[in-house]
DNA sequence: TATTAGTTTAACAATTTAGTTAAATCAAGT
DNA sequence: ACTTGATTTAACTAAATTGTTAAACTAATA
């Protein structure tokens, strides 16, 4: 027997306003109108679905946890070669930030109020994050000892990277205000930001 | 006549507590109790001293904003060389974060929330964030021209910059993970940092 | 046509929170 | 001792918010 608004079109619709809105707002500032009103439905449909607040809350971090990290650790266990590796991983966090512009300040938030979420997650996906620099430091350091890049910590080589991909996007809205750029704009310079940043680490890491 | 408690000192207190929490909990989450709490006081003294929360919120908002953004305005406009410039950047701004760890999440949360209050900031302050760029993009183009740095765009250098050094303290629960540091170590980690992004930069920067 | 599941409406209870207030208390200075 | 202003206590109001519920409605289906 198919629903009303055939099949589960509107549960889909209700996880997108949910993301939508606690991206948005966060866990304390969303609230649970505010998802109904963007789904089109009402409050009492939302509980139909989902229990509660938190039962939604818990599953849509979740899911953009896991789409926030997710790539991002294949790509470090690959076999590439360093540069291209690093190229990969520029090139596939910006895509990804650009579809979900507002995902890294919403997880980087919570994070900080409840740094215990990021080690449970972490465990319920069954890898150590630790794990995630193993083999990308093994690989700085065969580079460096075959002398085709200089002395660098993979550490701090690796929070460049990442600052240089990940934090225009949390600075957003600073960054469209200094650069005078309206939402495409924006988006225009993060994809040109792409070649940018894969060209600056390799200068960079020139010996 | 003097207080009780002398001089302005639980003012002092209250506004140290709303800072604390404000900033580790966001608007939404934090609670007036809480700063109460954390001040040593009670609810109702809170209100005797300031109003209302939002009165409070804007206050402590309006310091965070200028301390994160103050020093660096007056060392772009500085008569610095250009990589003199960029390290005396860098090096401010890892010092305030250092000093006040969860000062960017909170301010690009909220302004995230609510860019408007970015410009009316600005506004406030005399200058256009538009203007932190102009010097700063006229002085990366003499010095390409002069061919002591190579072909690069000064917005993107700038996010570079900005991003190397900021968003480890954004992602700091994050960071500490994958780099299985604690405070203090994480802590170890961005003061070499400081050196770290310098070099990054001047070796990416080489014609 | 009767059934069924999704959906709306509207009212409700329970809880949390911001903000207020009056009275009592306390720690100084005069 | 008296006064004064800071502070606490404790109660309260008002509003917002989450979650629940019963009844009605709707559209597909059997």
Do not use: C
Request: proline share 4%; hydrophobic share 45%.
């Amino acid at each position: 027997m198919v629903n009303k608004k055939d099949d589960n079109q509107t549960e889909k619709a209700i996880l997108e306003a949910a993301d939508k809105v606690f991206t948005q707002k966060g866990f304390a500032a969303a609230r649970m109108e505010d998802i109904a009103n963007e789904a089109g439905i009402n409050r009492a449909l939302l509980h139909y679905y989902f229990r509660s607040k938190d039962k939604m809350f818990d599953l849509i971090f979740q899911q953009r946890v896991a789409i926030f990290f997710s790539g991002l650790g294949q790509i470090m266990q690959s076999e590439k070669r360093l540069l291209e590796k690093i190229q990969a991983i520029v090139e596939h966090e910006i895509t990804i930030l650009l579809a979900h512009p507002y995902l890294p300040i919403f997880v980087l938030q919570e994070l900080n109020q409840n740094p215990q979420r990021m080690l449970a997650i972490a465990e319920n996906a069954g890898a150590h994050p630790s794990l995630l620099l193993k083999k990308f430091s093994v690989e700085v350091r065969a580079e460096i000892k075959a002398g085709t890049i200089r002395e660098t910590d993979p550490a701090q080589l690796f929070m460049s990277i990442m600052g240089m991909t990940i934090y225009p996007f949390v600075a957003r809205p600073v960054v469209k205000i200094i650069l005078e750029k309206d939402d495409a704009g924006f988006e225009n310079v993060m994809r040109q930001r792409k070649k940018g940043i894969t060209d600056f680490i390799i200068h960079a890491l020139k010996p």
